[in-house]
């Protein structure tokens, strides 16, 4: 029904930068709030930035004044530009978003299968 792919991740360095993408595609009636979510090894599923689809956005604390997520609500895309990268921030990088398939069918959560970014020297 609907497929979030992510794409960006990588391996860089400490104080490098990683753009993630994430792109849903489906029969879609709207996309309300994208976000990021990362998972590191031996750690739960966190939050790290949401957007609504007026682009409000709302960061994790580890992520305010490094990390920017933004959206384009044409092309059913969210993307998260991480700058001044850290070892701590190595994860699995997941892609969400709250989605309503028709008018008369209730909102629903759809995830992505996950873009590893690892920050080492």
């Known amino acids: 029904q609907v497929q979030l792919v992510e794409s960006g991740g990588d391996l860089v360095q400490p104080g490098g930068s990683v753009r993630l993408s994430c792109a849903a595609s489906g029969s879609i009636f709207r996309i309300y709030d994208m976000g990021w979510y990362r998972q590191a090894p031996g750690k739960q599923r966190e939050l790290v930035a949401v957007?609504?689809?007026?682009?409000?956005?709302n960061y994790t604390d580890s992520a305010k004044g490094r990390f920017t997520i933004s959206r384009d609500n044409a092309k059913n895309t969210v993307h998260l530009q991480m700058d001044s990268l850290k070892p701590e921030d190595t994860a699995v990088y997941y892609c969400?978003?709250?989605?309503?398939?028709?008018?008369?069918?209730?909102?629903?959560?759809?995830w992505g299968r996950g873009t590893q970014v690892t920050v080492s020297s």
């Open positions: 957007i609504t689809r007026s682009g409000i956005t």
């Open positions: 969400n978003a709250n989605v309503r398939l028709t008018v008369l069918l209730s909102r629903r959560d759809y």
